[in-house]
């Protein structure tokens, strides 16, 4: 019996030990992770809050609490988002450093994909590219365009910012009746552009637009432009994987959109299964690069 016990407190001990929580703090989400000794994910959150301080403080809570994971098993604490820089003492007294966001984009996308060479497109308020080709990590440019575009336009011309609404509104609409397509100002397809490629975004809008359309156009507008802008960025660089994180790509109509590009450029976008952790996974495994 001694020796049972003993061999169940060894690995429990073990396991105290093993647990590394990657938080990434953004401006109005915060999302984190652990990551075990064997590299597996544990049961990602993300807690949406008014300020990064208290999103943070909450998600850390509620994640050790739904885990049932004691502050004593917990080894390292690695903080990155632009929240972070409001946190400059050690979380709950846990020893606690920052991981640079775009090298926790890349680990954190390789993590996922097992690919050593493409570009992550963090998808956020506004997007960032970050270039990977094995251990070279290179922050490569970006884009004010994101999920902060989406809700103010909505704002604007739906009245609403509830994704939920947005995205059900967007489901009924149709793309042909917003944008200007090939078809539209060409009998026959161009050279390398079918004849549903998308010529103008919002070309084809009426003052008297339904809101199911407006949604649909939106969200087109965002994706596509952050899809097009990510191919003409690796302009150059042979690489043609393309791996997409962040919270946008939770949008149902992500997966077309991006789907559709591969097609008409002979790419490939790729979502991860906990695409929206991503750069909290590669915060966690900073500290295991270190």
Do not use: W
Request: glycine fraction near 12%; charge should be negative.
């Amino acid at each position: 019996m001694f020796f049972v016990f003993f061999y169940y407190f060894c690995r429990v001990k073990k396991n105290i030990m093993a647990i590394i929580i990657g938080i990434d703090v953004g401006i109005s989400t915060t999302k984190i992770v652990g990551i075990g000794d064997g590299r597996q994910v544990i049961s990602p959150i993300r807690i949406k809050a008014t300020d990064p301080v208290t999103s943070l403080y909450g998600a850390f809570g509620k994640y050790l609490y739904d885990n049932h994971i004691a502050l004593g098993a917990v080894e390292h604490v690695m903080i990155t988002g632009v929240g972070s820089a409001y946190i400059n003492a050690p979380i709950y007294g846990l020893p606690t450093d920052k991981a640079d966001e775009f090298m926790a984009d890349g680990l954190g996308a390789r993590f996922e994909t097992g690919l050593d060479r493409m570009i992550v497109v963090s998808m956020g308020t506004g997007t960032s590219l970050v270039q990977c080709q094995g251990d070279d990590i290179r922050h490569i440019g970006g884009l004010g365009i994101g999920g902060g575009t989406l809700m103010g336009l909505s704002r604007i011309m739906l009245q609403t910012d509830d994704i939920h609404q947005i995205t059900s509104l967007a489901a009924e609409g149709n793309h042909a009746s917003i944008d200007v397509l090939i078809g539209d100002i060409s009998p026959n397809p161009l050279p390398g552009l079918p004849m549903d490629a998308t010529a103008a975004l919002f070309g084809n809008a009426k003052s008297d637009a339904s809101r199911e359309d407006i949604a649909l156009g939106i969200i087109t507008t965002v994706l596509q432009t952050i899809g097009s802008s990510t191919i003409l960025a690796s302009q150059g660089s042979g690489i043609k994987e393309y791996v997409l994180i962040g919270n946008l790509t939770l949008l149902p109509q992500c997966k077309e959109v991006f789907t559709g590009l591969d097609r008409l450029y002979g790419v490939h976008f790729v979502i991860p299964t906990h695409s929206e952790f991503c750069t909290a996974i590669g915060a966690a495994l900073c500290y295991r690069k270190q």
